[in-house]
């Protein structure tokens, strides 16, 4: 039998028919994949960098570009991030409700992930579409629910930072359960039950075996976290108590309804840029924690292929 690239190749096909039968080979390699690809982070990349360009302009205009300036960093002696206070406080409260997140949430959600993980028994099902409920929920109804929780059933915690921080705990979790039980499915039991044949007591087990199999899914969770709540703006509007608990994106946003000026550009570029280095380090410590293991795997597929007899 002839193959497709056989047929085609032959004097009697015209160049449609070849361009015809290259296009519909369901064994050839993906044709607009990489196309398409390029295209989506062209058009999710180019508005940010244009952003972050006007953060250095020279002029106040956002729109027309003069010249090669830092002064809406640090160089204005008024409208400058480093200058103007409240561009200054709502980068610190970001970092603070970011930074408070992931020391509440990773550690609530390492533990969930491994109850869930391990339980077997009636509820559990219940259990895991519980923990997924935030992932599914509208953000608009999480912030609209908390709002109504704190103002109406639990008084004692007026809106504000202690508020906001609940809030990014209660979305957050979600996020680090599905990692964590991501990295537990994919490692198995077979280590516990080998540290416990070795007379480990659970506890042991838990510490000494599990924990470190699981750092670089804690690592990348807790990287995702600080990324999704410094990067949040509804459930910190919707807990915020006025301008001494607004965040980056609150002020971006309240800016953006009046005359903004490139300071807005700037902190925005900034909480970009430090985001991306929190995910950087987070993606750098989980290769570093496994690069034994795609050495093992590799390794593993090169002795199979030695003696692949089929």
Known sequence: MTSIAEREARPGFSPLARLRGWLRNPWGRPRFLVLVTWAYILWSIVPVLIAVQFSFNASRSRTVWDSFSTRWYW????????H???LRHALVQSFKLAGADVLIAVPIGVLLALGLARWRGRGSGLSNFVMLFPLVTPEI??????LLVFSELFTFIHTGTVAQILGHVTFSISFVVVIVRGRLFSIGRQYEEAAADLGASPFVALTRVLLPLLTPAIVASA????????DDFVISQWLSQGGDTDTVPIRIYSATRAAPLPSVNAIATIMMISTLLIVT???????FFTRGER???KSAEDFGGAFNLT
């Open 281 to 287: 380090v987070g993606f750098l410590t989980w290769r």
């Open 295 to 297: 050495r093992a795997g």
């Open 223 to 230: 990287a995702v976290v600080f990324a999704i709540s410094a």
């Open 141 to 146: 109804v999480m912030g609209v629910s908390l």
């Open 75 to 82: 160089g204005d002696p008024v409208d400058s991030v480093w």
């Open 84 to 86: 103007d206070p409240t």
